[in-house]
């Protein structure tokens, strides 16, 4: 769904096949929760954790970003 043109709430897109591709959740246009991406099988093989926009979690482990 898209709010005056911002993604918000899960957006789901497919493979040729009929299979989900991958899975996103937007809050106010950034990504959000989790995106997951799946094979052509459909597999999942990739879980990124987000909030507000900014990712903190790979397949389970913490993002840590250098401090400034």
């Known amino acids: 769904e898209y709010i005056q043109g911002i993604p918000e709430g899960p957006h789901k897109f497919y493979y040729d ?10 809050v106010s246009g950034n990504l959000d ?29 913490k993002i840590n970003f250098p401090k400034n």
Do not use: A, C, T
């Not at 096949?17 to 937007?26: A, H, P, T």
């Open 17 to 26: 096949n009929g299979r989900l591709k991958e899975y996103r959740f937007y």
């Open 33 to 61: 929760k989790y995106l997951k991406r799946y094979d052509e099988q459909g597999q999942l093989f990739l879980i990124e954790k987000y909030k507000n926009g900014m990712l903190l979690k790979i397949n389970g482990k």
